[in-house]
């Protein structure tokens, strides 16, 4: 173990890798947290739909000229890439929920946990059949000179440097914007209001009128729309698509959930920043080979000592 | 009371562990099965040898081609030898250790086949040399380059006509302390992709840049990570830093990942990242232990012959298996002269193996202990996303 003298330069530079992991762990944590705060369902198919999105972004950049030759300039691409990934996944999570979880919704709750993991694994060798085992690459890199890569803010400010790249930036007040308007949904609208009702008590919410069903259909639709957007945001920035990389992200953003306290939507936010930014203090501060360790380490800590996370509330049990 | 939620969240917990575990557990695989496979059925009539290569996943454009070029050379030699028909079985490992060992245990199983190629990464070897060892079988890799494969332990049962990794180390480090200024002093990095082919590699650099006074920092990765800013940000001191990977695209995205944050230290990548259709940053390095054998003037007609049935694209990660399946094909026909063959003989036959020269334009013997004889690495230098050769 190695530690380094303090660098704010290096501080700061190991920070915006962290907020960027974390934007993108937060957003597939959300959809965790409110599929489960929903249906009490932990989505293990989750990290999958987020890797169809990055595919689905693929695919629009590709087939819009790619990324040497695109025909549409850089800002409509970007955000019709984000666009078309979060409608696809959003309709993708509709087609899992009415097909896979909806006739297990009074099962016990190992079923659709089970079939959950069943999923997962369907998605993710469907990519490989239908998309083919390489990796794709977005190559960003070499979209418009680098520009994403290139540009952003290179600054020095009291002695410290901060380099943010262009991607990062979008990446960043992507996530930041998408979760502020989740926040709006959720706590301004009447269909925000149908989802905490259902949240509180699904039968008594069906009771006051609330269309649950249609309810449960938008919490899955919103909640893949935002993996798809993760999934588009990881593809722009760190490059490469495959169709194994929704597991160990799922997990990641499982843990965030976990961390920030599942069920609790700004509970997901905080747990994906924080376990974004312990990857990588981890990963620059100690090291690389036990960056992994630590994000589950912060698991089971958490499951052991605070099994509600940051935010969550213990639940009332009536005896 | 505990809460339901609590409960739940456990299970859940279990359950992803559980999964994790069943995948691990994956990789010893049904070896318990694997005493003395007969090769009572194996018939010079119609022999087999089977090959364990990454056809798909990550590597699949590397497996590919080393598929190809061994389909080349049983094409090549059946067009030759009418009634003496070699069919190839083909096993798809992933380069996934807990594959290779299922396609080791088929092959094993099928008692008509009397040789293999592959496995092509130092870790599948791993996973599968047990399988093939008691199977009888002889196994021969045309890529996996860890030195201790041939320590020894598999002797008369694993060769490989490439160099180890004992060559390419000091080669890359006398490369870098000659021509890329790296001095007493000065630091460097050794990134390692955490499999045994890599960590095998950092081992043999470190202490060999120490002894030159040069610091050494070492870091590993996962083969599906794309995020490596946080070792990027570590950089600012290197002068070199050396990816020991074996998925060529990720050696891509590191160097990127070096500009995006204006680092200036030199990209070094070892034999695993040589592909220039995935690793093309310019003014990187790159170490490999073939030539490139589109430029062995005395192959043109060979690759001509492999471009026409394969299209124009290779890597020179695919001729070496055209030489192994050369190896393999050959002593089998020798074993054959009597009429009859066995997995032994086959097995006696092939360090018996003298090529004067072959496609790669290099001779090949082989030691003791299956090391080609006399084998070295070559340094390729990245301009304009073409892989020039600058020495060895």
């Given amino acids: ?319 | 009371m505990k809460s339901r939620a609590g409960i739940v969240l456990l299970l859940a917990a279990g359950v992803a562990v559980v999964s994790a575990a069943v995948a691990v557990a994956a990789t010893d695989g049904s070896r318990a099965q694997q005493h003395a496979t007969a090769s009572a059925a194996a018939s010079c009539k119609s022999p087999h040898i089977g090959m364990s290569a990454p056809i798909t996943g990550p590597a699949g454009s590397i497996g590919s081609d080393q598929l190809h070029w061994a389909q080349y050379y049983v094409a090549t030699w059946n067009k030759a030898h009418p009634t003496f028909h070699v069919t190839l079985d083909q096993f798809d490992d992933q380069l996934d250790p807990a594959k290779a060992a299922t396609g080791a245990q088929s092959f094993a199983s099928n008692s008509k086949d009397l040789a293999v190629i592959g496995p092509a990464g130092s870790q599948q070897v791993i996973a599968a040399s047990p399988i093939y060892k008691r199977a009888g079988l002889a196994f021969l890799t045309g890529s996996a380059t860890r030195v201790d494969l041939t320590d020894g332990h598999l002797r008369g049962f694993f060769f490989r006509p490439v160099p180890n990794d004992s060559v390419q180390g000091p080669t890359d480090v006398t490369y870098a302390l000659k021509h890329l200024g790296v001095a007493r002093n000065d630091h460097v990095m050794l990134v390692d992709d955490s499999e045994a082919y890599a960590t095998g590699l950092r081992d043999i650099m470190k202490p060999k840049f120490e002894a030159a006074g040069v610091k050494v920092d070492t870091e590993s990765i996962a083969q599906t990570d794309t995020d490596f800013t946080a070792i990027v940000n570590k950089t600012a001191n290197d002068k070199v830093v050396f990816l020991l990977f074996q998925v060529a695209s990720q050696a891509q995205l590191f160097a990127q990942q070096m500009k995006e944050k204006g680092r200036t230290a030199i990209v070094f990548g070892s034999d695993g990242t040589f592909d220039s259709s995935k690793f093309s940053v310019n003014g990187s390095y790159v170490s490999f232990f073939a030539p490139d054998v589109t430029n062995v003037k005395t192959s043109a007609r060979t690759v001509n012959g492999f471009y026409k049935k394969f299209g124009h694209s290779t890597t020179p990660f695919g001729a070496p298996n055209y030489v192994v399946a050369q190896i393999e094909i050959n002593a089998i026909f020798k074993a054959c002269k009597d009429g009859k063959v066995s997995r032994a003989e086959v097995r006696k036959l092939i360090p018996k193996t003298s090529l004067k020269t072959t496609v790669l334009g290099v001779p090949v013997r082989f030691s003791r202990n299956g090391d080609v004889i006399g084998g070295k690495f070559f340094i390729f230098k990245i301009v304009n996303g073409k892989y020039v050769y600058v020495g060895s």
């Fill in chain 1, 1 to 319: 173990m190695e530690l380094l003298a303090f660098d704010p330069s290096f501080f700061v530079d190991e920070l915006t890798a962290g907020l960027t992991l974390g934007a993108v762990y937060a957003l597939i944590a959300l959809g965790y947290t409110m599929i489960y705060g929903i249906l009490k369902l932990l989505n293990f198919a989750h990290g999958d739909v987020y890797m169809i999105g990055a595919y689905i972004g693929y695919f629009v950049l590709t087939g819009l000229g790619g990324p040497l030759a695109p025909r549409v300039p850089l800002v409509p691409l970007i955000l019709l890439m984000f666009l078309v990934a979060m409608v696809g996944c959003g309709l993708l999570g509709v087609v899992i929920e009415r097909f896979a979880y909806r006739p297990l919704r009074n099962a016990p709750r190992i079923a659709p946990l089970i079939t959950a993991l069943g999923i997962s694994f369907f998605l993710e060798s469907s990519a490989q059949l239908l998309f083919g085992a390489q990796i794709r690459s977005y190559d960003t890199f070499d979209l418009h000179n680098s520009v994403l890569f290139v540009k952003g803010i290179h600054t020095t400010v009291h002695g410290v440097r901060i380099d943010l790249s262009l991607v990062r930036i979008i990446v960043i007040l992507s996530a930041v914007v998408l979760m502020l308007a989740l926040t709006v949904l959720v706590r301004k609208t009447a269909l925000g209001k149908a989802m905490r009702a259902t949240s509180y008590d699904r039968e008594a919410a069906a009771m006051m009128g609330i269309d649950v069903d249609r309810v449960i259909v938008a919490t899955f639709f919103i909640a893949s729309a935002l993996a798809g957007a993760a999934g588009v945001m990881v593809g722009l920035v760190f490059q490469q698509v495959s169709n194994f990389m929704g597991f160990q992200a799922g997990l990641k953003a499982f843990t965030a959930a976990v961390v920030g306290g599942i069920g609790n939507v700004p509970g997901a936010m905080l747990g994906g920043f924080a376990v974004g930014l312990a990857e990588s203090f981890a990963e620059g501060y100690w090291s690389s080979t036990f960056k992994d360790a630590i994000v589950f380490g912060l698991l089971i800590a958490f499951m052991l000592l605070r099994p509600t996370g940051l935010l969550g509330t213990p639940a009332i049990q009536k005896v």
